[in-house]
């Protein structure tokens, strides 16, 4: 008799399970996308043009990359507490990130501050960036959103991390 009550119990609980994953999945099939207009916005857009022309053909500019590509939570420490650095990283991403076009290493992170920075939430985020870049001895140059760019300002604002190439690991 207990054996019966085990495989109704046993039966029970494979239909409950498989009735969870057919709705699990019958969720993700109900999920509908629409594309955005562009990948960057005007500000974005503009501000990458600029910097294209201001650092030549040694560099190499990536838009929109997921901070944690770039930096890794530092391996001394519990599995829980690095989970929740990464956590604080995966979901965020940097508006620029530009490298060395040979080796793609790693020169410098840029963000560019628009209205949005003033809010006490993207000033906390960004203090966090900050600190992260830092820690990880990567410099984040923040720049102010504005209507149109000078290529010479551009140039003398970020110069001085590309003429320091050489002094990055490559390896």
């Known amino acids: 008799m207990e054996l019966l009550y085990i495989v109704i119990a046993l039966a029970l609980m494979a239909l409950v399970i498989a009735k969870a994953k057919n709705q699990k999945g019958q969720e993700t099939q109900n999920y509908s996308y629409s594309r ?54 995966s979901a965020k991403h940097f508006d620029f990130v530009l490298c060395d076009k040979k080796y793609l290493s790693i020169i410098c992170v840029v963000e560019l501050d628009d209205s949005s920075h003033q809010r006490a939430s993207r000033k906390r985020r960004d203090a966090f960036l900050v600190g992260a870049c830092a820690s990880a ?21 970020l110069l001085p991390y590309i003429t320091s190439i050489s002094t990055v690991e490559t390896t």
């Open 36 to 89: 955005k207009a562009a990948l960057f916005t005007p500000a974005e857009r503009s501000f990458l043009g600029v910097m294209e022309l201001a650092m030549g053909d040694e560099v190499k500019i990536f838009g929109k990359v997921r901070v944690a590509d770039v930096i890794t939570p530092k391996g001394r420490m519990s599995r829980s507490n690095w989970q929740r650095a990464f956590n604080k990283i």
């Open 137 to 157: 001895d990567i410099p984040l140059i923040q720049v102010s959103a504005k209507a149109t760019y000078s290529v010479a300002d551009v140039q003398k604002l």
